[in-house]
Nanobody, 122 residues
Framework: QVQLVESGGGLVQAGGSLRLSCAAS????????MGWFRQAPGKERLFVAG????????YYADSVKGRFTISRDNAKNTVYLQMDSLKPEDTAIYYC???????????????WGQGTQVTVSS
């Protein structure tokens, strides 16, 4: 069982930056692939970024490539999402997730956090 708690969301102007954190409970964190998804009001939950268990492999949605960076610190049981050059269309609730293998599909993940709101003003 893994419990995930996101933090770091907030209100930022377009062009600004935020860093989201996701703290995981449990001793098996380092064995899980981790991901970030986001969901805007009235829209489906979409993949943002993913990282494998060791942190050596990362992948991104085209919409955030070059602006967002996912990383993890297995010693701290934490995964991060550094978001730079934010745009109003990045506004959404951001969710951290854990699964047994890296994937861009929400259905492949087993555990989800409660989400953190990111709002980008124009």
């Amino acid at each position: 069982q893994v419990q995930l708690v996101e933090s770091g969301g907030g209100l930022v102007q377009a062009g600004g930056s935020l860093r989201l954190s996701c703290a995981a409970s449990g001793r098996t964190f380092s064995t899980y692939a981790m991901g970030w998804f986001r969901q805007a009001p009235g829209k489906e939950r979409l993949f943002v970024a993913g990282i494998n268990w060791g942190g050596g492999s990362t992948y991104y949605a085209d919409s955030v490539k070059g602006r967002f960076t996912i990383s993890r610190d297995n010693a701290k049981n934490t995964v991060y999402l550094q978001m730079d050059s934010l745009k109003p269309e990045d506004t959404a609730i951001y969710y951290c997730t854990a699964g047994v293998s890296s994937s861009a599909r929400a259905s492949d993940y087993d555990y989800w956090g409660q989400g953190t709101q990111v709002t980008v003003s124009s």
